[in-house]
């Protein structure tokens, strides 16, 4: 999952707690604001009838009645409008018959739905009643008790909580759209990094990223500026040991073909003196016939050394030039069986300035594709292609396509030595080589840089 999902998701788990934190607190101030209606209408309807008792006491000049009850025009209108929507107040002791007067209770919300008349009755309780004395001197003069309509109660909060919750989401949904477009902005310049890392896995280490704002994605770009720094140079101090490397071998190669020439051969050469002179004096046939079969078999072991110390010299590609060296390459294949293969040798650009390292890995190239597509494959028919390109590019192609079919991952991981040793060669000159399937078959290409 994306980055910036995955925060917009987190962000929008915290809104909608957000929203649901701020849904309860308006649900319990919504339940608590009827308690203080009915505190209020308690405090005002009671110095209402403080006034009008202290009124008739005056007008009527009978100070020692046990109780003076308010006039009974204390019902009105006036009275009523001191009264908030949906609380009723009684006054204390009542008339017979007398009802609680109650504020406009209807219409002054939406019915609530049963789950959260039920949930609110269930978690904060009923509304409590509030008393007040009508006066603190007279204490026979009377009591307003003030009580809330349940179900207007019920009806006023659960509009509250509609009329705040409303305003709540519509704030939550701007905080998170502006806030998810700021967390993708901000997350933007992360592509650049992804696509230099894509880079540098391709081998382009050294690639520039652009400053960025923020510390964190600053730190993280610096950090992969030094990787590819430190991994670029890793790779030239890495293709310098493997180019000593390969120089070392070919030390060891012409020294090793050296002593076997010297020794081997000079001692296969007396061998063969010895039997052939022994076959010549020998007066008994059985005594004949095995130094002729010593003879044989020392050709033999000349031939198969003359063969290691073809190998093991310098490639013709050093001596004869790439062009010619192919030339003869591809020639002594033919010459081998006329069962093998066809082999087509396509030969594209000036390779006439091509020599020394280049040439010779070059010519490795060939040589080893050749035998494994000759000696491991069914073809029919390769083609070896070398391709001088100029220009910008400036680097030496060889390509061996062969139609004997074939997995070229399966060849790719199970390399042996001999493309091992080509590949590391053509790594150590700075270019690459490549398997991948072709029309009927693999392909093999290798990249040189004419540079190196």
Known sequence: MRLVLQLVARLLVIVALCL????????????????????????????????????????????????????????????????????????????????????????????????????????????????????????????????ADPDAAIALAWQHILDNIHVALLMALAIALLASLAIAH????????????????DGQYRTALPRFRSMELAMIGQAVSELGDRLAQAQEERAVLTRRLLEIRSDERRALARELHDEFGQNLTAIL??????????????????????????????????????????????????????VDLVDSWRSQAATRPLIQLDLQGDLAGISGTVAATAYRVAQECLTNALRHGAAREIVLRIERRSGAENALLVRVEDDGGGDAAKVAQSAGFGLTGVSERVAALGGSLSIAPARRGLSVAATIPLAA
């Open 20 to 147: 649901g934190a701020a849904t309860i607190w308006a649900t319990i101030d919504a339940y608590r604001s009827v308690d203080r209606a009915t505190e209020a209408s308690a405090d005002r309807v009671s110095q209402a009838l403080e006034a009008l008792y202290w009124r008739e006491l005056l007008l009527r000049s009978s100070r020692m009645r046990e109780q003076l009850l308010p006039a009974p025009d204390w019902r009105t209108i006036e009275t009523m409008g001191r009264i908030a929507p949906g609380i009723c107040v009684q006054f204390e002791p009542a008339r017979a018959f007398e009802q609680p007067l109650c504020g406009q209770s209807k219409g002054i919300g939406k019915t609530p739905p049963r789950w959260f008349a039920a949930a609110v009755h269930v978690t904060l309780g009923d509304h409590a009643t509030v008393e007040r004395p009508i006066s603190a001197r007279a204490a026979t003069a009377g009591t307003v008790r003030a009580t």
């Open 186 to 201: 901000t997350l933007a310049p992360a592509r650049s990094i992804v696509t230099a890392l894509r880079r540098m896995a």
């Open 273 to 326: 003196a010895f039997a052939n002179s022994i076959e010549a004096t020998a007066g008994k046939v059985e005594t004949a016939q095995d130094a002729r079969m010593i003879s044989q078999a020392t050709r033999r072991i000349m031939a198969c050394l003359r063969d290691t110390l073809n190998r093991l010299r310098h490639p013709p590609a050093e001596e004869l030039g790439l062009e010619a060296s192919l």
